[in-house]
Structure formats: structure tokens, C-alpha cells
């Protein structure tokens, strides 16, 4: 399973920004997806996630009620809205998928990351 994200970039704090992931590949079904981020000398951290089918989502603490996390079962594609960001949440964002592949069984999957940088 290939994930290619795209839409990170240079912003400035209090502006919006929508990443993308994509997914592609042969005989695989994603069960859930979600955001990551990392900045240098610091562990990945979960940002937000979703399920497929039933779209349950959660979000880590410090960007509950600015970012949103959506995904297009058909296109197996994920969205992160993400809006009034701030300096903190510059980082490089990854996008992760649990799929299940014929032959593989269930396994994770990682985007190559998008950078995000936001200015005071």
C-alpha cells in the first residue's frame, strides 16, 4: 500500500491549511487511518484518527476543535482540515493506514510526511 500525502507548507498562525493523504496499491482494504506529526529530537505523535466505514475519529488534546479529520471510503483518501494553527504545530506530519492486504494480513503503512511550518 503506497500513501502520498500532500498540501503541507508555509502558513502563518491563524491561517488554514488541508493535507492529503492518498492511498493506492493492489487487493487491500483500509480499516482505519490517521495523522501523525514529529518535529526533531521528539517522539511521533498522534493527531488525529479515523476508521473506515463508521468514521469514528479522535484527536489528540491540543487540536481538538481546530483540526477535522475526514476520509473518502471510495477514494481511499484522508483529509486533516486544519485551522487557526499556531507555531506549535509545526512539524513534519505523517500519514499512517492499518489495511488489511491479501497474502499480508493486517500491517501499517507511512507516508513519506509532509512539512508544516507556521510563523508567529
Known amino acids: 500500500v503506497q500513501l502520498v500525502e500532500s498540501g503541507g507548507g508555509l502558513v502563518q498562525a491563524g491561517d488554514s491549511l488541508r493535507l492529503s493523504c492518498a492511498a493506492s496499491?493492489?487487493?487491500?482494504?483500509?480499516?482505519?487511518m490517521g495523522w501523525y506529526r514529529q518535529v526533531p529530537g521528539k517522539q511521533r505523535e498522534l493527531v488525529a484518527h479515523?476508521?473506515?466505514?463508521?468514521?469514528?475519529?479522535n484527536y489528540a488534546d491540543s487540536v481538538k476543535g481546530r483540526f477535522t479529520i475526514s476520509g473518502d471510503d471510495a477514494k481511499n483518501t484522508m483529509y486533516l482540515q486544519m485551522n487557526s494553527l499556531k507555531p506549535e504545530d509545526t512539524a513534519v506530519y505523517y500519514c499512517?493506514?492499518?489495511?488489511?492486504?491479501?497474502?499480508?494480513?493486517?500491517?501499517?503503512?507511512w507516508g513519506q510526511g509532509t512539512q508544516v511550518t507556521v510563523s508567529s
Open positions: 496499491g493492489s487487493t487491500f482494504s483500509i480499516k482505519a
Open positions: 479515523i476508521t473506515s466505514g463508521g468514521g469514528r475519529t
Open positions: 499512517n493506514a492499518i489495511a488489511m492486504r491479501v497474502g499480508v494480513g493486517v500491517a501499517d503503512y
